[in-house]
Nanobody, 124 residues
């Protein structure tokens, strides 16, 4: 098991910024790729960003490229999602996820552990 705890969500106006954090327990965090997903009301969970085990490789969904940045601090067992230029369509519950593999992945099916989610609401 890899317990994951997200934090940093909240209510922000369009154009604003938030930084989500995901703290992981266990000694093997640095071996695992991490990802962020989101789920808006009435919609399926969708991929947002992923980072490989050492932070060298990242991928983003097209709608957040240039606005969101995923990063990790293996010394702190934490992965971050810096979100700038937020739009109302970014409103969703954001989930952190961990793979048992080191390579990043863009499908929710590739992830083995999930956090409980944190709400992000962007007002227009």
């Amino acid at each position: 098991q890899v317990p994951l705890v997200e934090s940093g969500g909240g209510l922000v106006q369009a154009g604003g910024s938030l930084r989500l954090s995901c703290a992981a327990s266990g000694r093997t965090f640095s071996n695992k790729a991490m990802g962020w997903f989101r789920q808006a009301p009435g919609k399926e969970r969708e991929f947002v960003a992923t980072i490989n085990y050492n932070g060298a490789v990242t991928y983003y969904t097209d709608s957040v490229k240039g606005r969101f940045t995923i990063a990790r601090d293996n010394a702190k067992n934490t992965v971050y999602l810096q979100m700038n230029g937020l739009k109302p369509e970014d409103t969703a519950v954001y989930y952190c996820a961990a793979r048992i593999l080191a390579a990043s992945g863009r499908s929710s099916a590739q992830y083995d552990y999930w956090g409980q989610g944190t709400q992000v609401t962007v007002s227009s």
